[in-house]
């Protein structure tokens, strides 16, 4: 089984001898064997690259991803495994003092980025910011580096990825703000 899977601690993540793990990745294998297939592989790839590569049967499996109508159409989804909060990556100390979506829509210069076509962009829509506040990247690096540098003020996403991804990157001047409401 050929598995797809994004640098996402701790969803996923390569380990410094380049073993793939996290808890995606356990409950993949996991069904691989369930299934009996003979052979786990794991494939790093970006998140725009997921649901094409999958329709494209480059593999058979990706890592979680939110259910969306839109999605529906391309692939079948499993029962969901994650029930998970969304969180704002901002400046350490969060200066700006954004509480949640609805702080950043009340402050006009306020900007958010967001990865292109995660679920997180409606989100935000949803809450009031306004489009011309919203700015897409194809990576969470990219936004990060982008929040860290101040083109964007927020970095919206799965608050648990955030953790993980601050985890690996202690000294980035960046901070977590949970549960944005």
């Known amino acids: 089984m050929k598995f797809a899977f994004l640098e996402e601690p701790p969803f996923c993540f390569a380990g410094a001898s380049g073993e793939v793990s996290g808890c995606d990745v356990e409950l993949a294998r996991r069904l691989g064997d369930m299934l009996g297939l003979a052979s786990f592989k794991p494939i790093e790839a970006e998140f725009a690259e997921l649901l094409p590569g999958l329709v494209e049967g480059r593999w058979t499996m990706t890592t979680g991803l939110f259910v969306s109508e839109e999605r529906r159409q391309l692939v079948d989804f499993t ?7 969304d969180g704002l990556l901002v400046a350490k100390h969060n200066p700006r003092g954004f509480r949640g979506y609805q702080s950043i829509a009340e402050d006009r210069t306020a900007l958010i980025g967001v990865i292109t076509d995660q679920v997180q962009h409606l989100t935000a829509l949803h809450n009031g910011i306004a489009p011309e ?12 580096d982008a929040v860290a540098s101040g083109a964007v003020h927020a970095y919206a996403s799965v608050a648990m990825a955030h953790r993980g991804y601050l985890a690996q990157r202690p000294d980035m001047p960046l901070g977590l703000r949970g549960s944005p409401g």
Request: aromatic letters at 10%; charged letters at 15%.
């Open 79 to 85: 029962r969901p495994i994650w029930a998970l909060q």
């Open 133 to 144: 506040q919203v700015r897409t990247f194809a990576t969470q690096a990219d936004v990060a």
